[in-house]
């Protein structure tokens, strides 16, 4: 699995440098894309015309062609996440185990607006190869996926997938319990953002903690403090017996 992470200039000493030592070197291989030379030793592409959260949908375009055609063959799977995103990424690798990468498959948190199918939010998605490959042979067609500004990357990745039957499939585990969030937990303690979580999601809604997985992929909003916090909760912290 190729983990591709989506970051900037402001963020590279802080959030970006912390997702790689806390969960990007988990991956199989790291790559960050960005608006200009990151300083210290990762691998990484830029798009210095790119500079802007509204050049989202072209920068995407040419990071996933880019990632097709210098990796084809490499990996079975394709992780893309925000440099805010907290990425269980043992839980991602046990949950793909039991899907064919050779057939179209989108993963991510599934809403219910924009697309009659829904589509998956930006903040972290996995591709299989076969999907990244639908998708960047449908942007060399104009009439299908054309390119323009627009910061929604993640809606019109999907729409353009949808045009030729590609949609989210369903990454809830076996009780309703969704794997991908796409804001922070406690974010949903507000009340307002939860009867907007009723309205949009494409399945239905919990309710927070409820909807949260024990088998969680990724999370999101996420500040460096708590990334590393998280992983020393997870990996680091022991029930002592004394």
């Given at each position: 699995?190729?983990?591709?992470?989506?970051?900037?200039?402001?963020?590279?000493?802080?959030?970006?440098?912390?997702?790689?030592?806390?969960?990007?070197?988990?991956?199989?291989?790291?790559?960050?894309?960005?608006?200009?030379?990151?300083?210290?030793?990762?691998?990484?592409?830029?798009?210095?015309?790119?500079?802007?959260?509204?050049?989202?949908?072209?920068?995407?375009?040419?990071?996933?062609?880019?990632?097709?055609?210098?990796?084809?063959?490499?990996?079975?799977?394709?992780?893309?996440?925000?440099?805010?995103?907290?990425?269980?990424?043992?839980?991602?690798?046990?949950?793909?185990?039991?899907?064919?990468?050779?057939k179209n498959f989108?993963?991510?948190?599934?809403?219910?607006?924009?697309?009659?199918?829904?589509?998956?939010?930006?903040?972290?998605?996995?591709?299989?190869?076969?999907?990244?490959?639908?998708?960047?042979?449908?942007?060399?067609?104009?009439n299908l996926c054309?390119?323009?500004?627009?910061?929604?990357?993640?809606?019109?990745?999907?729409?353009?997938?949808?045009?030729?039957?590609?949609?989210?499939?369903?990454?809830?585990?076996?009780?309703?319990?969704?794997?991908?969030?796409?804001?922070?937990?406690?974010?949903?303690?507000?009340?307002?953002?939860?009867?907007?979580?009723?309205?949009?999601?494409?399945?239905?809604?919990?309710?927070?903690?409820?909807?949260?997985?024990?088998?969680?992929?990724?999370l999101h909003h996420?500040?460096?403090?708590?990334?590393?916090?998280?992983?020393?909760?997870?990996?680091?912290?022991?029930?002592?017996?004394?």
């Amino acid at each position: 699995m190729l983990c591709v992470i989506h970051t900037a200039a402001v963020s590279h000493d802080t959030l970006a440098k912390t997702v790689y030592d806390i969960w990007g070197k988990k991956c199989d291989d790291t790559l960050f894309f960005t608006d200009s030379p990151i300083d210290w030793e990762v691998p990484h592409i830029y798009f210095p015309r790119f500079t802007t959260r509204k050049h989202s949908w072209e920068k995407i375009r040419n990071v996933m062609r880019f990632v097709y055609h210098t990796t084809l063959g490499k990996y079975d799977w394709y992780l893309r996440a925000d440099d805010d995103a907290f990425v269980f990424v043992d839980n991602a690798k046990k949950f793909l185990r039991r899907y064919d990468p050779a057939k179209n498959f989108l993963f991510g948190f599934r809403w219910g607006f924009f697309e009659p199918k829904g589509f998956a939010d930006g903040s972290t998605y996995v591709m299989s190869w076969k999907a990244l490959e639908s998708f960047v042979n449908i942007t060399y067609d104009d009439n299908l996926c054309p390119e323009f500004h627009r910061a929604e990357e993640d809606q019109e990745l999907s729409r353009c997938l949808a045009k030729i039957n590609v949609t989210p499939s369903d990454a809830r585990d076996y009780q309703g319990r969704d794997r991908f969030h796409q804001f922070h937990p406690e974010e949903l303690n507000d009340f307002g953002r939860t009867i907007f979580m009723n309205r949009h999601s494409y399945y239905q809604f919990l309710g927070y903690p409820d909807h949260i997985s024990p088998t969680t992929i990724g999370l999101h909003h996420l500040s460096p403090y708590e990334m590393r916090f998280m992983d020393f909760l997870v990996h680091k912290a022991k029930i002592s017996d004394a």
